[in-house]
Each structure stands twice: as structure tokens, then as C-alpha cells.
Nanobody, 123 residues
Framework: QVQLIESGGGLVQAGGSLRLSCAASGRPVSNYAVGWFRQAPGKERELVAAISWQGGSTYCADSVEGRFTISRDNAKNTVSLQMNSLNPEDTAVYYC????????????????WGQGTQVTVSS
């Protein structure tokens, strides 16, 4: 099975940018669709962006459309999330997850999860 490790979180001021990375090991990340999820305190976990196996298709939630961009580099076994124009509502723990089958926009299809990285946006 694949193991996922997120990095790149931190504290940033509103309007700033962060780039999250998800490094895969154990199996090639090219075997999976990958999604970035986030969970803020007291809120349900939500899918913010996802990318298909070869990167030909992507999804972004309405709340991040135009600000977040997901990409993948299968040669480096990584998937990234570029986050621009951050605002305090983006504060959450961000997780990457891998899906081996089914639609990558269906949150139930994600089988493997990283430990998460904290993103905090100050106003």
C-alpha cells in the first residue's frame, strides 16, 4: 500500500500563499488519484481539490476555485497544492489522500491518508 506524508503547512497572513506537498512511498503515486482534504475545528472534513491518475483532470471546490491549484509529478512521486490569496477561513488541518478506484470526487473512494499538516491564516 502507499504511504503519504504532507509538508509545507505553517502560519501565513491573509492574502499570502503556501504550497503543500504530498510525498508518496511504498507504491507509485501514479497508481492513484489524489485528493487534498481539510478539516477545521468543529467542521466536517471537506475535499478541496483532487487530481486524476495521470493529472489530466482536476477538481476544485467552489470555496477555493481560482485560488488553489493541484498538480502532480509522478516522476517525483509527489502531489502539490498551491494555495494563493489565503484567508482565515482556510485555516485547517490539510490532508492528502489516495484513491485506487472510482470517482476521485467521491470522498468515500479514498483509501489511504496522510497524517495532515496544519495551515493557519491570520487576519
Amino acid at each position: 500500500q502507499v504511504q503519504l506524508i504532507e509538508s509545507g503547512g505553517g502560519l501565513v497572513q491573509a492574502g499570502g500563499s503556501l504550497r503543500l506537498s504530498c510525498a508518496a512511498s511504498g507504491r507509485p503515486v501514479s497508481n492513484y488519484a489524489v485528493g487534498w482534504f481539510r478539516q477545521a475545528p468543529g467542521k466536517e472534513r471537506e475535499l478541496v481539490a483532487a487530481i486524476s491518475w495521470q493529472g489530466g483532470s482536476t477538481y476544485c471546490a467552489d470555496s477555493v476555485e481560482g485560488r488553489f491549484t493541484i498538480s502532480r509529478d509522478n516522476a517525483k512521486n509527489t502531489v502539490s497544492l498551491q494555495m494563493n490569496s489565503l484567508n482565515p477561513e482556510d485555516t485547517a488541518v490539510y490532508y492528502c489522500a489516495a484513491s485506487s478506484s472510482g470517482s476521485y470526487t467521491n470522498t468515500r473512494n479514498y483509501d489511504y491518508w496522510g497524517q495532515g499538516t496544519q495551515v493557519t491564516v491570520s487576519s
